[in-house]
């Protein structure tokens, strides 16, 4: 709007401006240009000061609006990175517990493992000794008893 107003100025100004024509014989004449090209001439620069003045606003309005764009696209990737960061720190989390599992039942079935080779081990002693009383308290063969049996009976 004031480069309107200062083209009007000038414009104004250019009424009085003397066009010279172009020399034909070596000599200037000054002549005063016609009033109808003036006010063409003037019409063209305030067209043109409306065009530039047109293109600067539109121009401002549009930076104006990639501006805020631009901001809100920001604001969205730092939304964007906090969730990342929040879903990283939830899926470690995630993984910390299931490790946490998999090691409680790890260690749950190591012992019952060992306790279930305790259990053998006792059982491979009980064994042991029951053969060991068995073979001391008892016959060892069918014959003794037949031996021993025929010797009791009258």
């Not at 067209?47 to 930076?63: D, H, N």
Request: aromatic share 6%; charged share 25%; with cysteine.
């Amino acid at each position: 709007m004031i480069w309107g107003l200062c083209l009007l100025c000038v414009a104004g100004g250019i009424r009085t401006v003397y066009a010279s024509p172009v020399r034909t014989n070596g000599k200037t004449e000054d002549k005063a240009a016609p009033q109808e090209e003036v006010n063409v001439l003037m019409f063209g620069v305030i067209q043109f000061s409306e065009s530039l003045s047109y293109a600067y606003e539109t121009t401002e309005a549009k930076l104006a609006k990639i501006t805020q764009t631009l901001r809100s696209h920001e604001g969205i990737l730092q939304q964007l990175g906090k969730q990342t960061e929040q879903a990283a720190e939830v899926e470690k989390q995630i993984k910390e517990d299931q490790m946490a599992k998999q090691q409680a039942h790890t260690k749950m079935t190591k012992d019952w493992l060992a306790s279930m080779e305790q259990e053998e081990v006792e059982l491979g002693t009980k064994v042991r000794r029951l053969e060991m009383y068995l073979n001391n308290f008892f016959p060892t063969s069918i014959k003794e008893l037949q031996v021993t049996g025929s010797r009791n009976i009258p």
